[in-house]
């Protein structure tokens, strides 16, 4: 077909929209934290796209269409979030659970087995799902498992096993 019959307008519309988001095929586990900040971040995004629709033809398309593809990933991450209940005793490193452990020089690292959006390395908050997840999810206190990284294997021991949060 010749470049003649084509709308430039529709062509450049088409090459101008966000690559939707990829959604995970995990589980989407969360803890009750995890899903009010779903909750959050879909009110949160709903504002701005209605922010952008007041706008008009003022308003930046370019952003209007990023922040509807996020929403569309989120409240698709919401409604398909399990949220996963906390019993009182840890008697095992479930998602929720926060898990002290050892690496084989004794240095101590505290984290908490959470769903994928809530994970925030930064806070201790690990993905049930990343490799240090997956060695821990299960544990009991007093286990050695193998961590895979990408820096290496490191033997680690499960400490502690809490259901609260930090103090």
Known sequence: MSRAFVNEDNAAAQADQPVERQVSTQPNYVTPQGL??????????????????????LADKQRQ???????RY???RLQSAQVV???ASADKARIGTWVTFANEHDQQQRVQLVGEDQADATQGLINWGSPLGQALLGTSIGDEVL???????CLIEVLDLQNSLPV
Not at 38 to 56: F, H, M
Not at 147 to 153: K, L, T, V
Request: no cysteine.
């Open 36 to 57: 009010a900040q779903l909750q959050a971040k879909v009110a949160e995004l709903q504002s701005q796209i209605n922010d952008q629709s007041t706008k008009g033809e």
């Open 65 to 71: 269409a990023d922040l509807e593809r996020d929403w």
């Open 74 to 76: 989120f409240n698709h």
């Open 85 to 87: 209940s906390l019993s």
């Open 147 to 153: 961590w895979s990284r990408p820096a290496g294997d």
